[in-house]
């Protein structure tokens, strides 16, 4: 066993994430409205990615040097008052929100430079916070010049500008190399990574009560609960019990993967929501991407387990066999709302009886 001790998730951490609450409630109700169309979903993907990243850049800094003192309290504080402004500035309509929504994401990505800023003052510069201040540079360099290219009227937003917020994805590329891993605490990485997708959930829990009630849609909900609890087990298996969480290593993979399946979690909501309203037509397509995403994003975590819980090709065929099957199930039914929930939760229980298998079996086999 490795001697690598978990870094405590604060209290303070538990309550930034308070924020994103507010911030998956707006994130689905963008694909709500008189019209659903390329623009309305293409911003509901860019602001998912846009809410995750920052997100993933304040557990980093918390997690490489986060003290839980002054410092980081009263800068998580503010950075929650910004990402709840920019939450509430979440919109389709691009010359109404565009202006406040950069000067919000300026911000934010500000305030995450003045925590490297004000702890490299205290425990000296070091490569990894020099670097780490300079991609956040060029973040805000960014957003600031979109800022003033608006202000000034010489630059017309629409939904071909949302590629500006692919930028930083570029910019962190470049800085792969530059910063520094090996001070990264992987447990504390991981629990961080299991709260934000437990809040995101909440808004599926919210939605499935509030859709489909006991006096309407009783076993339609039903069944939508259960897919999502299962849903959620599956989750919790690989992230708490296959994974190992004594482990020194880049935590890339782990972030991305939680990004994907997030995305997968809010789009699988925004199904739920409409899949028999004004945009029901919208209800399957919604439906199979989330589900898609979502167990993607949880088996791209599986190049962290333990060496015991290593899938092999048969437990990969079983995963791929369960996720195409109800993909196809899913398309041949997709007018019967009922028979749609009841092949979610089946495959939902399946995944997780396919993990639990493979646990059962690699330990009968250490038993002989």
């Known amino acids: 066993m490795s001697d690598i001790k978990a870094k405590r998730v604060s209290n303070y951490e538990l309550f930034y994430d308070l924020v994103f609450v507010l911030a998956t409630s707006s994130l689905t109700g963008l694909l709500h409205g008189d019209h659903i169309g390329f623009k309305e979903i293409a911003t509901f993907i860019t602001a998912n990615l846009i809410i995750m990243s920052l997100w993933i850049d304040e557990t980093i800094y918390l997690n490489k040097y986060g003290e839980r003192d002054g410092l980081d309290i009263y800068t998580i504080i503010a950075s929650m008052f910004v990402v709840g402004q920019l939450s509430l500035n979440f919109s389709n309509d691009f010359e109404q929100t565009a202006l406040p929504f950069f000067i919000f994401i300026s911000l934010a990505y500000g305030l995450i430079s003045l925590q490297y800023y004000l702890r490299g003052k205290r425990i000296g510069f070091t490569n990894d916070i020099k670097n780490s201040l300079y991609m956040y540079g060029a973040y805000i360099l960014v957003f600031l010049l979109s800022c003033i290219a608006m202000a000034l009227n010489v630059w017309t937003y ?3 500008s949302l590629l500006v917020f692919y930028l930083p994805f570029v910019i962190s ?3 792969k190399d530059k910063l520094s891993h090996d001070v990264m605490n992987f447990p504390h990485i991981v629990e961080r990574c299991q709260l934000i997708t437990i809040i995101t959930f909440g808004e599926t829990v919210i939605a499935i009560l509030k859709n489909y009630p006991i006096q309407t849609h009783l076993l339609a909900g039903i069944f939508f609960f259960l897919a999502m609890a299962f849903s959620f087990m599956f989750y919790i298996s690989q992230t708490y019990l296959n994974i190992n969480h004594h482990q020194k290593t880049n935590v890339a993979v782990l972030l991305y993967a ?3 399946l997030v995305l997968g979690i809010n789009f699988f909501t925004v199904a739920v929501e409409v899949l028999y309203g004004e945009h029901a037509s919208f209800g399957l397509p919604f439906l199979l991407i ?3 995403l979502y167990y993607l994003g949880i088996l791209m975590t599986t190049r962290y387990n333990q060496d015991l819980y290593r899938l092999g090709k ?3 065929l079983q995963y791929a066999f369960t996720l195409l099957t109800t993909i196809t199930l899913l398309i041949i039914s997709q007018h019967h709302l009922l028979l749609m929930a009841i092949i979610l939760a089946i495959s939902s229980y399946t995944m997780v009886r396919i993990t639990y298998r493979h646990r059962t079996s690699v ?5 002989e």
């Open 258 to 260: 939680h990004m994907v």
């Open 290 to 292: 989330g589900f898609f």
């Open 314 to 316: 048969a437990v990969w």
């Open 173 to 175: 590329y470049l800085f």
């Open 363 to 367: 330990r009968e086999s250490l038993e």
């Open 158 to 160: 629409d939904e071909k």
